[in-house]
């Protein structure tokens, strides 16, 4: 997470963070764009900045962002973890494992993150 990082892997982390404190009244929306930044992250590869084409396109859209059930697994890795990591490519490698980790204990809701991606984004 250098600031010459032209694919701003910042966002990644932005995603993960919220999907990950998700709940105590933060707002439908933030967790619902969470996951699906984390969804084009994980299942489509996508850099940061297309994610945050991703989030700019979908704001665009009116929609009545549901509340999604928050995951019952526990987390295995958090921003400490990330944090703990000299920068560079340790550092971006721990990230990947942190918002895989994210995106695999929020499974319950994949489907969904996936169906309202294609819905609102074809």
Same mark, same amino acid.
């Given at each position: ?12 982390? !932005?995603?993960? *963070?919220? &999907?990950?404190?998700? $709940?105590?009244?933060? /707002? ?6 969470? +996951? !699906?930044?984390? *969804?084009? &992250?994980?299942?489509? $590869?996508?850099?940061? /900045? ?6 700019? +396109?979908?704001?665009r ?43 695999q ?18």
């Amino acid at each position: 997470m250098s600031k010459q990082d032209i694919d701003f892997v910042h966002q990644h982390a !932005i995603d993960a *963070y919220s &999907a990950q404190h998700a $709940g105590g009244g933060m /707002k439908n929306i933030t967790i619902a764009f969470s +996951l !699906i930044g984390l *969804y084009y &992250a994980v299942e489509l $590869g996508y850099t940061g /900045k297309q994610v945050q084409r991703v989030h700019m +396109l979908l704001s665009r859209r009116k929609y009545n962002w549901p509340s999604l059930q928050l995951p019952s697994k526990p987390y295995s890795l958090t921003v400490n973890d990330v944090l703990k990591e000299q920068p560079g490519k340790n550092r971006d490698a721990m990230l990947r494992e942190w918002i895989y980790d994210v995106w695999q204990c929020w499974e319950h809701q994949h489907n969904w993150v996936k169906n309202i991606s294609q819905s609102l984004l074809k």
